[in-house]
């Protein structure tokens, strides 16, 4: 049986038996009656008895034991228990460490025994965690480092030989770590004090040998996750979200979130020059190996008192520098070497090989390269007082494993990258979604599980699948961007580069992931919410609250949280004290307990949020707006779209809900807000509702409400500056910039004095153009990016195409003036440009059947589309009319290269050019 299958209740088992064997070692330090007789230079065993006649030269002259036999307690330690912590850590992971880690289970008992700090925030009392934003949520592995480097000095000083030294150590240790488990919840002691911790992000990250991975596991419950037993054995996750990433939840995702960060070069290289420099000291004091390999630096007499000795001997002479002054300069300066060249190998590795391999690539090989040196440099020495008692095949056996496994490593981690891991994450979390659709997988995968196919063959399975429509991809794809952006696996903004595979297996466009993105957005705002915090560490500690609150109503017959509040009200305190639930939180959670319940709160969540965008949509039709109705039209479109997606969700509620009751209860809700879309929403011919919904909820939508869908014309300047600084939290940058325009127009110091970070360049212009201009209103024209976006919304060809598009074209265009009787383009000129009149006026002239027809054009209109985009010659000649006269133009070439890698916008323009030729054919 793997040890991944063993349950918690048997590493429990396990844990108590691994500490009671610890502090019997520790107690060895204070009453050893065992080892003398062990050790004993007449009586002992062969191996371990002290050999008298045996000249062990320290500095030129042999070590005087004083004794006929020593203890075994430190050599077991530092020979026995440290080495197998570091074997175990590179070929079990971290995942097996933390779970039989005497001092994390020791640091626990403050929390099993209920007597954890508690603070109290607002009417409630919750167990502290470690701030992410203090002094030592930001700098704890520097903390761990200097605890690891204090202590490395320390052994060297006296722990290694001295037992009392060495029992204070360990007692001051332990008392640290209860500590710490009594003053914050969670494993703050492992993830922000041990000493133990750099080791295992040494050893045990990315993953390690046989480690299992969590990302692509179907488990809740990863690798050393916190969790918890339940009386029937089933186990349930215990997270309280003390750190992010955790290392005990997924330690490659810690890994590649933490990569780039400049305290993980003195990790790696300062690890290596520290680990080297330890072990080289042994060479610069003693003057030669044999005092390492022998180990009696474990039990040779003295301690403090050899403090203030010499601590270098070098080529046969003393150095006359205290021992006390020259193990730290010596870990220093080999600590201090390690890092410095450790980063000038990457800086020469970037130019070696920077134009093949990725900073962040070259940086992991390094990584791991000093990994496996290490590893295998530890291996020379650790515990070779020990393997010298064994036969040299044995000797040569155990040589053999640790470097084969190293290597084994090695070739399985050298290529990793975090596009791999993310590919990986994303194939599982596919995974998921498809098992939801009903298809029989024994039959289709030819007697295979979902579960068995590898990540690259879900994403063919994806694209090949039988029955696995476009519809069902956007909805897999969409419950995987709600998952990926709850987790903070991506936001609004990343989203669209880190799922961009996902999106090319699934044959799904940028198009339809922005706005799948403004559905989420608007079905839960708090996704998009930068306040809010989203993580995989937070998703687990909420889902883990909630799955403990069910589990407590079903064991108690409950039928409501209120009546279990009532009931055992200091059950469920305790709960939120574990889990640290906050009112808003619970108040999020508690909904979920009741299918109907649920439903109603998030049908009263979308109703609430239809109310808000009709008001802003009133807001938006204002008289003392009407002269921006061209700026507007962004805004009212942008309103309008989120009201539709607002109005299907309801519909596809009471479509899947099968409660009748409950959905003409939304029905009436929906029909009384009235809104302007509804019966443009029911009367889609693709959406078909009339087929969808039962006769009776269709006649109740179609029944009028009390609210009048026509616009109020009594909203004051502060209302509508309202609704414009609420539009200032989209993520839409278009929308972003037109609001600040609109505000500085109402009123100027209704500008935000800071900017959401990171803003796009075209926020941050526009802000930056209007805070230049603090007393009076600026015409869109002083705005030259924000004025051509507006006419190119605004313009037939290019209305309602998406946000990056519009940018994208933004970008490309260019503003031409022409003064009256200026001849804009002659007949029988090629097209190399699209020329959209936004200021004056301009006149076609052209000849049908030998008569003169001349055409008038006002701002707004296109001039010469049907031969652009035909790519053919001036029909006809265009002459401004009008001082100035202003065109946006876009080069034909421009337009082409846009139109190749955006095929909605190439369907879009292929679609209106069908209708201009109809309507040039058979007339309008």
């Known amino acids: 049986m793997s040890w991944v299958s063993l349950s918690e209740r048997q590493f429990h088992r396990l844990r108590w038996a691994l500490t009671v064997a610890w502090l019997l070692l520790i107690g060895s330090l204070v009453v050893d009656p065992i080892s003398p007789r062990l050790t004993d230079a007449q009586t002992g065993i062969p191996g371990l008895r002290v050999d008298l006649e045996r000249c062990v030269p320290v500095q030129g002259q042999c070590v005087a034991l004083g004794s006929a036999h020593y203890y075994l307690g430190a050599p077991i330690f530092w020979g026995l228990v440290v080495p197998s912590a570091i074997l175990i850590l590179l070929i079990f992971g971290h995942d097996l460490w933390r779970r039989i880690c005497p001092l994390s289970f020791v640091s626990q008992i403050p929390r099993a025994l209920g007597i954890q700090r508690k603070v109290t925030k607002g009417k409630r009392a919750e167990v502290p965690r470690v701030n992410a934003e203090s002094w030592l949520g930001k700098n704890y592995l520097y903390v761990q480092l200097g605890w690891f480097f204090l202590g490395l000095n320390a052994r060297l000083l006296g722990i290694n030989n001295d037992r009392r030294l060495l029992l204070g150590w360990l007692l001051i240790t332990l008392a640290a770590a209860i500590t710490v488990g009594f003053l914050y919840g969670g494993k703050s002691w492992c993830n922000y004090f041990c000493p133990m911790a750099p080791v295992q992000k040494i050893y045990g990250e990315p993953r390690a040998l046989l480690a299992q991975p969590a990302h692509t596991s179907d488990s809740k419950i990863t690798q050393s996750m916190c969790r918890s037993v339940e009386p029937d054995g089933s186990e349930k996750s215990a997270c309280v979200a003390c750190q992010s990433p955790c290392i005990d939840i997924d330690a490659e995702r810690t890994y590649w979130q ?34 390492y390999l022998s180990g009696i630096w474990a039990y040779e007499p003295g301690g403090l008192e050899r403090w203030w000795n010499p601590g270098w001997y070098i080529a046969g002479r003393v150095i006359p520098v205290p021992k ?20 000038q190998l990457e800086r ?68 990793r990258h975090p596009d791999q891991y993310s590919r990986e994450g994303l194939a599982t979390r596919l995974r998921k979604q498809l098992a939801k659709f009903q298809f029989n997988w024994p039959k289709v995968l030819e007697g295979r599980n979902l579960s068995d196919l590898s990540s690259d063959e879900i994403y063919v399975l994806a694209k090949v699948l039988p029955g696995f429509t ?30 961009a595979q996902l999106r090319q297996q699934l044959d799904i466009s940028d ?52 009546e279990l509040i009532r009931r055992d009200p200091e059950s469920v305190q305790q709960l939120r004290q574990e889990y640290r639930i906050t009112p808003e939180e619970e108040a999020e959670l508690v909904g979920g307990l009741d299918r109907q319940a649920e ?116 909203l004051s300047t502060e209302t509508i500056t309202g609704h414009l600084q609420a539009l200032l939290a ?62 190119l919304f605004n313009s037939q060809l290019f209305a309602g195409i998406h946000t990056q598009t519009l940018l994208e074209l933004e970008a490309i265009a260019y503003f031409k003036i022409f003064q009256a009787q200026d001849i804009i383009s002659d007949e029988g000129d090629t097209c190399r440009e699209l020329l959209i009149l936004i200021e004056g006026k301009a006149e076609v002239e052209t000849y049908e059947r030998g008569h003169q027809v001349i055409s008038s054009l006002l701002p707004g209109q296109i001039l010469d589309e049907l031969e652009v985009l035909s790519h053919g010659r001036q029909s006809g000649r265009i002459t401004a009319t009008h001082s100035p006269t202003r065109l946006l133009a876009i080069a034909v070439d421009d337009l082409d290269r846009i139109l190749e890698r955006d095929p909605d916008l190439s369907r879009r323009i292929l679609e209106w050019e069908s209708r201009r030729l109809q309507q040039l054919l058979h007339g309008p």
């Open 470 to 499: 476009q519809e069902k991809r956007l909805e897999a794809y969409k419950e995987v961007l709600r998952e990926a952006l709850d987790e903070g696996y991506v936001n609004s903004s990343s989203s669209l580069k880190v799922l």
């Open 599 to 714: 439903r109603w709160q998030r049908a009263e969540h979308l109703l609430t949020q239809l109310q808000n965008l009709i008001q802003r949509f009133h807001a938006l039709n204002q008289p003392l707006l009407l002269r921006q109705t061209l700026v507007l039209n962004l805004l009212r479109a942008s309103v309008k779209q989120k009201k539709r997606l607002l109005v299907r969700a309801l519909l596809e509620m009471m479509e899947s809900n099968p409660d009748f009751d409950l959905n003409l209860r939304m029905a009436q809700a929906l029909a009384e807000l009235s809104p302007a879309v509804l019966p443009e929403v029911l009367d889609n011919p693709t959406a078909a509702w009339a087929s969808r919904l039962p006769y009776s909820l269709l006649k109740t939508l179609r029944a009028p409400g009390s609210n009048s869908p026509a616009c109020a014309l009594d």
């Open 324 to 343: 006390i002054v020259a193990v730290p300069i010596t870990l220093g300066l080999f600590t201090w070497a390690g890092w410095s060249w450790g980063r």
């Open 730 to 791: 989209e993520s839409n940058p278009i929308i972003q910039a037109i609001s600040l325009y609109l505000l500085h127009t109402l009123d100027p110091a209704q500008l935000p004095d800071s900017l959401p970070a990171p803003s796009h360049p075209l926020v941050t212009t526009t802000a930056q153009i209007l805070q230049a201009h603090p007393k009076g209103s600026l015409a869109l024209s002083q705005l030259p990016d924000l004025e051509k976006l507006t006419y």
């Open 348 to 415: 020469w590795a970037q130019t070696r090989w920077g134009s093949r391999l990725d900073p962040i690539e070259i940086r992991h090989r390094l990584y791991s390269l000093c990994t496996f040196l290490i590893f295998n440099f530890f291996f020379v020495f650790a515990g070779r007082s020990w393997l010298a008692m064994l036969p040299s095949w044995v000797q040569w056996g155990w040589e053999f494993l640790i470097l084969a496994g190293s290597s084994f490593w090695l070739y399985r981690t050298w290529p």
């Open 511 to 562: 198009d339809d992931h922005q706005d799948l993105l403004l559905e989420l957005g608007v079905e839960d705002p708090s996704l998009m919410d930068p306040s809010r915090l989203h993580s995989l560490e937070n998703s687990v500690r909420l889902s883990g609250y909630r799955r403990a609150l069910e589990r407590m109503l079903t064991l108690q017959s409950q039928q409501s949280l209120e």
């Open 258 to 291: 933490g990569i780039e960060q400049p305290q993980q070069q003195l990790l790696y290289y300062g690890y290596v020059g520290l680990v080297v420099g330890y072990f080289v000291y042994y060479y610069l004091y003693a003057g030669n190996w044999d005092y």
